[in-house]
């Protein structure tokens, strides 16, 4: 990842995007918000995409990732965009506060 203008000096804002989520992480210090929304990625093993990568530009698999262990909720206004539930389909099932685990569960339960 490109660096500030002295070795010492992290990335500068505009080279993030330039970077990895792994990368990424270990120049966030003490942003918090940023931090755990960053490393929600890498548990789930994303922590090789770019951050400035389009998101038509991932595969499947990524994509299903993202969409089904990080459900921005519950609902819009204030309270819209927080992580309310992470894990596999099944834990997301299994998550009390979860509306898309409801949906999951349809999906994943035995016909």
Do not use: N
């Not at 070795?7 to 003490?30: M, R, S, Y």
């Not at 918090?32 to 990625?41: A, E, I, M, P, Y």
């Not at 990080?70 to 998550?95: K, M, N, Y």
């Amino acid at each position: 990842m490109p660096r500030g203008g002295d070795e010492d000096d992290g990335p500068t804002l505009p080279h993030l995007p330039a970077g990895t989520v792994t990368q990424a992480i270990e120049h966030t210090g003490d942003l918090d918000k940023v931090r755990s929304r960053l490393q929600t990625l890498v548990d789930l093993g994303l922590g090789y995409l770019t951050l400035g990568e389009a998101t038509p530009a991932l595969s499947g698999g990524e994509a299903q990732r993202l969409k089904l262990t990080t459900e921005p909720g519950p609902g819009g206004g204030v309270r819209g965009g927080r992580i309310t539930a992470t894990g596999t389909p099944g834990e997301i099932a299994d998550h009390p506060d979860s509306v898309t685990g409801r949906y999951v569960r349809e999906v994943l339960a035995p016909s």
